[in-house]
DNA sequence: TGAACATATGAACGATTGTTCATATGATGG
DNA sequence: CCATCATATGAACAATCGTTCATATGTTCA
């Protein structure tokens, strides 16, 4: 997004052109939320947070299980949890030294039930 | 994903431990499959790729009016629609010098608006 | 209070990503 | 065939990302 907007007709095209440029700037969601959008979608985008997720699908876990779980280390864990927590996708509770992970919403699983349907075929 | 397996107890929760390890054997769908998943959120993890999708729920466009409608280069789109054709999430018709780039299929709709939901709240 | 355990976090590193620039491929019309 | 337009692509670069390592914070129990 480096280059000046300018309203140039493209391919030569006029009459393709214009009503296209409405349409983007009246269909397109606000730039800020195409921002968000992006962003959620990247936290979906590593494997890690996946298989995290698919953990928290049937219980409610803590770090330390977590990472014997999935086989990976504690710290690993923790970072990607920390920015699970940070997009609202899981909430965390203390119960004393432990702290228990689950989902914060059903949201998380209907898109990736969607985005498993769209990888199965 | 780099430490070996060792089935040591953690937490020194035996019991709750034990019963984890079963349900994520059990229900963690196979590692390449968890690998493709991740594979196509991260395609939507990004605005620009983001952007052309919108574009496309509208119309058929051609990667010159992409361009001007996204006001990028036409060099940036077509490394983007590229990566979009080779996860099947688009796909292109070639009519005399153009190419006109439309949706694959119609999950991709579904999923976006499953991220917007969430992103809206 | 101090040792032991569970978790969090900052810095550093290699790996991956998105854009740009230059150029290649492909199609059309003269 | 050649010039022109539309698109594709490879190399290079900065920026971002995920893990590791070392260490800090927070909690419990003796």
């Given at each position: 997004?480096?280059?000046?907007?300018?309203?140039?007709?493209?391919?030569?095209?006029?009459?393709?052109?214009?009503?296209?440029?409405?349409?983007?700037?009246?269909?397109l969601?606000?730039e800020?939320?195409?921002?968000?959008?992006a962003?959620l979608?990247k936290?979906?985008?590593?494997s890690?947070?996946i298989?995290?997720?698919?953990?928290?699908?049937?219980?409610?876990?803590?770090?330390?299980?977590?990472?014997?779980a999935?086989?990976?280390t504690?710290?690993?864990?923790?970072?990607?949890?920390?920015?699970?927590?940070?997009?609202?996708?899981?909430?965390?509770r203390?119960?004393?030294?432990?702290?228990?992970?689950?989902l914060?919403?059903?949201?998380?699983?209907?898109?990736i039930?969607?985005?498993?349907?769209?990888?199965?075929?």
């Amino acid at each position: 997004m480096k280059q000046d907007f300018t309203p140039i007709e493209c391919c030569d095209q006029v009459e393709i052109h214009e009503p296209l440029l409405k349409i983007v700037s009246d269909q397109l969601p606000p730039e800020d939320e195409l921002y968000d959008l992006a962003e959620l979608f990247k936290i979906f985008g590593d494997s890690t947070r996946i298989r995290i997720l698919f953990v928290l699908f049937e219980a409610e876990v803590c770090v330390c299980d977590l990472a014997s779980a999935l086989n990976m280390t504690q710290s690993a864990i923790s970072h990607q949890l920390r920015i699970l927590k940070q997009s609202q996708l899981v909430k965390a509770r203390r119960e004393g030294k432990q702290v228990f992970y689950s989902l914060a919403d059903d949201h998380v699983r209907t898109i990736i039930s969607q985005g498993l349907e769209h990888v199965e075929e």
